[in-house]
């Protein structure tokens, strides 16, 4: 599954969010998600960046009628039974809420939904107490806090993949979006990917790491043409189609 996430790169702006919605729905991208922090976290610089609840509800309708999926990044308690009731489909636990077991009992007592947990400020120990909280239904994303290419470390996703049963996702944070290429060569079950728009000539919240709406469908194109190059490993003869070669 390929997740756009908007994060709180929409400015808490109506007319924005609505103009990304539009565009990703128009695209073949399969999840969308928005980001809702701790109450606290709007008290300082972050006060306008937060979208009225109606806002939400008409979002879920217009996502579900072109048969996407709506998930939540969510650290507030308090939300929990609110997006419950309007049918999201699935929750993004922040790497920094992974430690939180009040919050984990919270969310894995109240919802049912599949959970995506992002792992970028974790170890394996962190990851196991997590994990008897949460349960069933969980996905580890594995993303590292860092926008540098050497803090990526790509090949902790095989290294998951041998130590856990669950699906493990891959969430790109890098400056350089081409990595999210290489991270397919290690066929992570979903991809996590923000999303920015500079139709407001701002610069958003996860901008080093976030990928200009207008560019999401050549960014999918090219991650489903490396998946379809992985192949099967078997080596067998292959039909030659390159013109003028025996």
Sequence with gaps: MLIAELGLNHFGDVELSDYMIDKLLKSKIDAITFQIRESEFYNGKWKNFLLPESYYEKAVSKIHEHDKLFGMAISDMDKIEFFEKINTDFYKILSKDLKNTKFLQTLAFTTKKDTFLSTGLSNFEDIDEALNILEKNTTLIHT???????????????????????????????????????????????????????????????????????????????????????????????????????
């Design 144 to 246: 590292r806090l860092s926008n540098k290419a050497k803090d990526v470390n790509l090949k902790a996703i095989e290294t998951m993949k041998s130590k856990y049963d669950n699906r493990i996702a891959f969430g790109l944070h890098c400056e350089n979006e081409h990595i999210i290429y290489a991270a397919a060569a290690y066929e992570p079950s979903d991809y996590f990917i923000y999303i920015k728009s500079s139709k407001n000539n701002l610069e958003a919240p996860d901008d080093l790491h976030a990928i200009e709406v207008s560019d999401i469908d050549n960014l999918i194109k090219n991650i489903k043409d490396i998946e379809r190059s992985i192949g099967t490993g078997v080596k067998n003869q292959a039909n030659n189609t390159i013109r003028g070669q025996q």
